[in-house]
């Protein structure tokens, strides 16, 4: 009998005779053999992009410049695109007369381009993020060479705000870019962008408030809760879109007031203006946005909300029924549990960090995957009534999003 060969084996292109088809199906059949158990990452599943990707997939559609300025040609999206914008700015009730924004590769991307425009606006800026903030936060504040703070967050991943007012308060002379978190990694706390705002607002040398807001921007903004209008005090925020919209390709949005985005010079082979981080841009991952949007419209998003949040409290309550301490903050579709033993975490792709493991149920994850997980726990070890995990500091009852 003789194995079947590995990827690595089928995939290197110094053998003689490569077999395209077998790399693409075991690439494929992979995938969909970890699915029903990967769901310790946030990417959405119940949404159906592949019309767009039968219909516009077979081309490259080039989104370059800003979205404003239409390249040559018609292998473009960015009526897409703009639309796209449009929707998210108004989700978030940002002023139509000042706001700027584009399509990006993710929130990283996103982050890196408001954080570039807080920059420029103040160079001499001390930048200010939790302990909590993703990683990417203080990677692109060391590639802009902005003198970053960290501050404390609580243990369910809130920033502290009393450190953060010390801490500005400490450099009196010079302008606080600070960066907020709308759906921490870990925990998906959610900060305060009004006590934010409230500390920020009498800093002499003036600031600028980005919002990362990669998991929870969308919901949280469809929810009300997040809000950009102009008593927020939000300069810019980033989301990412393969994440609630489960697009097939990575990608996000960055939205910056008008007043202070990057201005970027006319590109005359192009003739697109270069206001955007990197030039050629992915206008079918615009599509894949526009199409989300388009077949679901306000309502239907926030039905799939309301759904992974049902969805989340009872993975808590299944949890805690079978002994094992789990909760979540009551918007989140975050499920945070003591880290299970490791054939249950690589099983279920649990993204752990210490004692502290979380699963996340995004909307098309199922009851069904919830209870298997959770036999798998009971099975895998007697249940401990550990209190080794951080707890939020007010008891969080999920029964309070139903
Ligand atoms: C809070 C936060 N910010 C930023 C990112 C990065 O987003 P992306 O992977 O889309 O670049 C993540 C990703 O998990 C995140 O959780």
Known sequence: MTDTPTLAEVVDLGRGQIDVDAVLRQLVDRADTAAPTSIGFPGAVDLDHTEVMARLGRRLWNNIGDPATDPGGAAHTKALERAVIAWVAETLAMPADDRWGYVTTGGTEGNLAALHAAHRRHPRAVAYHSTAAHYSIPKILDILGVRRIPVHAHPDGELDYDHL??????????????????????????????????????????????????????????????????????????????????????????????????????????????????????????????????????????????????????????????????????????????????????????????????????????????????????????????????????????????
């Open 165 to 402: 007012a010390a801490q500005i308060r400490r450099r009196p002379t010079r302008a606080a870019i600070v960066v907020a978190t709308a759906g921490t990694t870990m925990t998906e706390a959610v900060d305060d962008t009004d006590r934010i705002h409230a500390i920020l607002a009498p800093h002499a040398p003036g600031g600028h408030l980005h919002v990362d807001a990669a998991l929870s921007g969308v919901p949280l903004a469809l929810d009300g809760r997040l809000r950009l209008d102009h008593t927020s005090g939000i300069d810019s925020i980033a989301i990412s879109g393969h994440k609630f919209f489960g697009t097939p390709t990575p990608c996000g949005v960055v939205l910056i007031r008008a007043g202070i985005r990057t201005p970027g010079g006319h590109v005359t082979y192009t003739d697109t203006v270069d206001t955007t981080i990197t030039g050629s841009r992915c206008g079918l991952a615009a599509a894949l946005l526009w199409h989300a949007i388009a077949t679901h419209g306000r309502e239907g998003h926030r039905w799939r909300v309301s759904e992974a949040r049902h969805l989340a409290g009872y993975a808590v309550d299944q949890l805690t029924a079978a002994g094992w301490p789990a909760w979540r903050h009551p918007h989140a579709f975050t499920v945070v549990l003591d880290t299970p033993p490791e054939q249950v975490r690589k099983k279920w792709l649990l993204a752990t960090d210490g004692p502290m493991s979380h699963v996340i149920c995004m909307p098309g994850v199922t009851k069904g995957q919830i209870d298997a997980l959770v036999a798998d726990i009971r099975a895998a070890a007697h249940p401990t009534p550990a209190a080794s995990l951080p707890r939020p500091r007010l008891p969080v009852t999920p029964q309070a999003v139903r």
